[in-house]
């Protein structure tokens, strides 16, 4: 998106909008020029692309003028003004008034680069995001309900459609907040049997006797304390769908009975005898490898190979970038409506930080985040996810120091001839001048030296 960027250049004094019109080329921008104020707000609509660098004294439409009639048409289009007249008062109002920076005339090359450059970031970010909520709220389906935009998610939603269609059992693999039981819902909600229940047990953690009770219920008096009869998941789950999260640490005496229920379709209560006939699908998830466990006995074999009739693996977070941005605004939309507040602004750093956390916690950790975000709990804010930006920037400023140093010593070496020193440099003299302009350079000082 940055490099569509225009910087629309907006001066009645030719000399100087063809200045720098060359400048901000060499610096690699996009860039248009206009006479007068009327004509290139002709041209701009809501979604322009743009970034506006306009004089202050011009006829017909002065750049406070233009500054308000921008404003009423999208106020987030950066407006830099410049003007020659030093007027502080004008300055301040300007900036009160939404203008993204005041500029005074001549400019300092390297400030008004560096303005334009933050300029065209905002602008790029603004448009992303408007397009991201557009595409989120033009959404429907089994996209709206499984998003995400990588290759992954899309081969996943495919295989939940098809899946759906033949309602077999499935075994969804993914580690902790992954989505799983996202992916449980939409194998259900998709499927033949939407209109029935769909029934979720997490095995983890549950005593045998518990989660035995759980799953297949019992009749009274069956056990101590059951003084009335209890219906199990498995039961509940009858021509829907069953959901068993964390199967594998259900207890291997609750699998050899949980295995006759899939091979026969019938459930016996605990303390009963009278077999049920079940018809349900069972989705199932694990962290771990069930074919590994299977293995080493920790799983049984058998039930396994039962449950293995199709499986979804869904990658850590980290894996599908793709994805982080889209869920990342979901979740902001969710919590901005479920605490009825505004979504505060994303900045650049903010969007950095997103991309280049691990999110060990995946989608759920990222939902959190949001929630945090729009609560602007500032400890915990995006700005603090990962402490990368201050050392990029201090790595990108030594840069900076250790390249004006090579060119200096080029320039002083071939005394400010500046083919011979792109030379020295293995420069073109086209880079060569683009940089010296970076830097502030001035050939002629070099000469004498």
Known sequence: MKKDIRIVIIDDDLEISEALYEMLCLEGFKVVVYSDAKTALARLSVDSAVVILSDVKMPNMDGISLLAKIQNLDD?????????????????????????????????????????????????????????????????GIDKFILGNSVTIKNIRKSIISLCAANVDTIIYGATGSGKDRVAQAL???????????????CGGMSENLIESELFGHEAGSFTGATK???????????????LDEIETMPISVQIKFLRVLQNRTIERVGSTISIPIEMTVIVASKADLAQLSEVGDFRKDLFYRLNVASINIPPLCERPDDIMPL?????SKAAKRYDREIPELLPQDINALLQHNWPGNVREL??????????????????????????????????????QLL????????????????????????????????QLDKSFFKND
């Open 188 to 202: 259900h909600k998709y499927s033949k049997r939407c209109d029935k229940r769909f029934i979720a047990i997490n």
């Open 76 to 140: 987030s289009i950066p407006v830099l003004l410049m003007s020659g007249h030093g007027d502080i008062p004008m300055a301040l109002q300007a900036i009160k008034d939404g203008a993204y920076d005041f500029l005074e005339k001549p400019l300092d090359p390297e400030i008004l680069v560096s303005q334009l450059k933050r300029a065209v970031d905002k602008r790029s970010l603004t448009l992303e995001n408007r397009s991201l909520k557009q595409d989120l709220e033009n959404l429907s």
């Open 229 to 243: 009869r209890h219906i199990g998941k498995i039961e509940a789950a009858n021509g829907g769908t069953l959901f």
């Open 328 to 332: 990342y605004q979901h979740y902001l």
């Open 408 to 439: 200096e010593e080029g320039l002083r070496i071939a005394k400010g001839q500046v083919s011979e020193a792109a030379i020295l440099l293995d420069l073109t003299q086209k880079t060569l001048y683009r940089k010296m302009l970076k830097h």
């Open 367 to 404: 939902r959190n985040a949001a929630d945090r975000f729009v609560l602007g709990i500032l400890e915990n804010n995006m700005h603090n996810i990962d402490n990368k930006e201050a050392a990029l920037v201090s790595y990108e400023q030594r840069m900076d120091k250790f390249e004006k």
